[in-house]
């Protein structure tokens, strides 16, 4: 039992019976050494994943801020003609569209998002749910399977197109579904430290026209306010696209920056622990030496 | 006295309050951005021009809020200085809103003068032939709109 023990680096029971002369009391300097090697592979790979993610993210910030102001024009209309949501009843129906990407790896990106949403869910569970990218349908799925109304993949590969905004936006529209009002889940980007949830809204033609300051716009009809809100849609899509995008990159950034350095942390110790099982053996060598000797004389 | 000096000094101050927000009240801020690029951000402009499906039409400050949407063609933005500006725009929209604020989102937009012309008519002739080769109601419109701004993109650049 010790012994087992004491060998719990072996990857194997086969291997630990082959080599169990050497191993008493401490782990041999071949299983010690392989463990090296492999944690020294982790690290190179997490030190390469952070360099591509840091490139990926200079430019995801370069395109977030000439998408910026875009998204803020996309929102003030809802701000300033005071469109709320309507009253709960029987017959409000809510659609949540949660931006992840289909790439893990980075930190709790994903699962604040689906979190969030989680906790709205189990507060009202009649809330619908459109799922971009396939990490928040990993989370989302395993208790509110029920809720998801669509999954898009293909997310996350390649940095948001205004193309890939319209094309979802073009699906949210031709649901079955007849939703009254939403929200877009986001990862909305701080800094290359901070991040934080936010949302923007969706609304349907109905819910837009009965708000209060509608009034006031002129010459309106409601072929207008739906094209209106069809662009809208795909723009506020695209601005959280691109919000996400950077997010993410940030924060996988720092994600493997830390993996490195804990992967440098467990290499000292290692290394150590191979340096002192070495000077064992050696001494161990010597000791049996010069008693076999002394016995001889 | 110093009761008085204080009422002078409080009237004054509100005074140019006053004037200050009225100021603001004049000047629309004007946002113009596309996917691509952002032109303005919250500037003070004179007037702008826009080509919508309901007809173009010019924004001055404190123009009636209103929503439309956009329709290929050019936006002229003529700054406080006096300098015009055109952007070509392909689709989108317009919303006036009641504090002069004004946002022209486009779906993609590139100065006027970055147009090439031929290139242009190199896109209309072949979304022409694409509309006569379309065998689909989808790729038919499709097509249609390929051309109206193709056509659009022309006449701009002429």
């Known amino acids: 039992m010790m012994q087992r023990a004491a060998t719990s680096i072996l990857p194997t029971a086969g291997n630990m019976l082959a080599s169990a002369q050497q191993q008493r009391g401490m782990a041999t300097l071949k299983t010690i050494s392989m463990r090296l090697k492999s944690v020294k592979n982790i690290q190179k790979i997490t030190q390469s994943m952070k360099m591509v993610s840091a490139a990926k993210y200079a430019r995801a910030e370069r395109e977030l801020k000439q998408a910026r102001p875009y998204g803020e024009g996309s929102k003030q209309f809802y701000e300033k003609a005071e469109v709320v949501a309507p009253e709960k009843t029987e017959e409000t129906k809510k659609l949540y569209i949660a931006m992840s990407s289909d790439r893990g790896l980075c930190g709790a990106i994903h699962s604040g998002i689906c979190r969030h949403i989680r906790a709205d869910l189990a507060a009202d569970s009649s809330i619908k749910v459109i799922c971009v990218g396939d990490k928040s349908r990993a989370i989302l799925q395993r208790l509110y399977a029920k809720n998801i109304l669509m999954v898009a993949s293909e997310v996350g590969r390649l940095a948001p197109q205004f193309l890939d905004a319209s094309k979802l936006a073009n699906e949210v529209m031709n649901l079955e579904y007849e939703f009254t009002d939403g929200k877009i889940m986001y990862n909305r980007f701080k800094s290359v430290v901070s991040y934080s949830i936010s949302d923007l809204p969706v609304f349907s033609l109905k819910s837009v026209e009965s708000a209060p300051k509608l009034a006031v716009y002129d010459s309106l009809d409601s072929d207008v306010i739906q094209n209106y809100l069809e662009f809208s849609l795909a723009s506020m899509l695209f601005f959280a696209m691109k919000e996400g995008a950077c997010a993410e990159q940030s924060s996988r950034m720092t994600a493997m920056d830390n993996a490195s350095k804990n992967a440098g942390e467990m290499i000292d110790k290692l290394t150590l622990t191979f340096n002192r099982t070495r000077q064992a053996v050696i001494t161990r060598e010597l000791i049996e030496i010069i008693s076999g000797a002394a016995a001889l004389s | ?158």
Request: aromatic share 6%.
């Open chain 2, 1 to 158: 006295m110093s009761i008085a000096l204080r009422g002078a000094r409080l009237l004054t101050a509100r005074g140019i309050r006053a004037i200050q927000s009225r100021g603001y009240s004049d000047e629309m801020s004007f946002t113009l951005a596309a996917a691509n690029k952002v032109f303005y951000d919250n500037v003070s402009v004179r007037q702008v021009d826009v080509p919508s499906f309901s007809g173009a039409f010019g924004i001055l400050p404190k123009h009636v809020p209103t929503l439309a949407v956009l329709k290929p063609g050019v936006v002229t933005v003529y700054e406080n200085d006096g300098s015009q500006k055109k952007v070509f725009v392909s689709s989108g929209t317009v919303t006036v809103n009641e504090d002069s604020s004004v946002q022209v989102l486009a779906e993609e937009a590139q100065p006027l003068d970055l147009i090439d012309a031929s290139a242009a008519r190199e896109v209309l002739s072949k979304s022409q032939s694409e509309l006569a080769s379309a065998s689909t109601d989808k790729a038919r419109a499709e097509a249609a709109i390929a051309v109206e701004v193709a056509e659009a993109i022309v006449k701009a650049a002429e």
